[in-house]
C-alpha cells in the first residue's frame, strides 16, 4: 500500500528566508507524486507534479520541489519565503490506477 | 472557469441522522472524486467517478456511506446512519481525464459535524 509522510507538523520561518517542507514516500512502481496547498475554509489548490523526467520541477507562486528515488524523498522548496505562503501544505502520492494518498500536511508560517 | 461547486457549506446533525452533499464538478470534467477530511489529517479516498459510473469505491464505507452520479455530472453523497467520527470536511475533486497523473480540483468541502 501507498503512503506518505511529512515528519513536520509545523515549520516556522522569516519572510525572505528559504524554505523547506518535507515529503517521503512509500508506493509500488513508478510514483506520481503532487503538492497542494489549503488556504483557511478553502479546498485544495495544486501547486506542482513530479510524473518523470527533469527531478527538480517548478510549480506555482514560486514554488519547486526535488524529486530524489534513492531517498523516496519530494521535498518543497521556495528561495524566499512571503507571509502569504503561510498555509496548510499536503504531499500526495499515486501510482498506476490508484487514487491519490495523501499526507497529514505541513503547516508553514512564514514570519515578518 | 468556474470552480467545482460544493453544497452546503455547513452542514450540523445529531448522531443516527442521515445527511447529503453536492458535488457540481467542472464543466466537461469526466472525473469526480469524493474525499473525506478528519481534522488534523490529510484528505483520505472515498469514492472515484468516470461519467456515470463507478470506477473505485474501495475505500467508501458502504454500511452508511453512499453516493450517485446519476448523469455524469452532479454527485450527491449521502451518509445514513451518522456516527460521531463522521464529523469532517467533504471534498469533491474533479478531473477532465482520470489518469493518476492528472492535478485534481476540489472545491471549498461541506464541513459535517455531528454531535
Known amino acids: 500500500a501507498q503512503s506518505v509522510a511529512q515528519p513536520e507538523d509545523q515549520v516556522n520561518v522569516a519572510e525572505g528566508n528559504p524554505l523547506t517542507v518535507k515529503c517521503t514516500y512509500s508506493?509500488?512502481?513508478?510514483?506520481?507524486l503532487f503538492w497542494y496547498v489549503q488556504y483557511p475554509n478553502r479546498g485544495l489548490q495544486f501547486l506542482l507534479k513530479?510524473?518523470?523526467?527533469?527531478?527538480l520541477v517548478k510549480g506555482s507562486y514560486g514554488f519547486e520541489a526535488e524529486f530524489n528515488k534513492s531517498q523516496t524523498s519530494f521535498h518543497l522548496k521556495k528561495p524566499s519565503a512571503l507571509v502569504s505562503d503561510s498555509a496548510l501544505y499536503f504531499c500526495?502520492?499515486?501510482?498506476?490506477?490508484?487514487?491519490?494518498?495523501f499526507g497529514k500536511g505541513t503547516r508553514l508560517s512564514v514570519i515578518a | 472557469e468556474a470552480g467545482v461547486a460544493q453544497s452546503p457549506r455547513y452542514k450540523i446533525i445529531e448522531k443516527r441522522q442521515s445527511v447529503a452533499f453536492w458535488c457540481n464538478p467542472i464543466?466537461?470534467?469526466?472525473?469526480l472524486y469524493w474525499y473525506q477530511q478528519i481534522l488534523g489529517q490529510g484528505p483520505k479516498f472515498l469514492i472515484k467517478?468516470?461519467?456515470?459510473?463507478?470506477?473505485?469505491d474501495s475505500q467508501l464505507p458502504k454500511d452508511r456511506f453512499s453516493a450517485e452520479r446519476l448523469k455524469g455530472v452532479d454527485s450527491t453523497l449521502k451518509i445514513q446512519p451518522a456516527k460521531l467520527e463522521d464529523s469532517a470536511v467533504y471534498l469533491c475533486a474533479s478531473t477532465s481525464v482520470g489518469q493518476p497523473n492528472s492535478p485534481l480540483h476540489f472545491g471549498n468541502g461541506t464541513r459535517l459535524t455531528v454531535t
Open positions: 464543466s466537461g470534467h469526466a472525473t
Open positions: 467517478f468516470q461519467n456515470n459510473g463507478v470506477v473505485d
Open positions: 508506493v509500488s512502481g513508478n510514483p506520481y
Open positions: 500526495a502520492v499515486a501510482s498506476g490506477n490508484t487514487p491519490l494518498v
Open positions: 513530479y510524473i518523470t523526467g527533469d527531478n
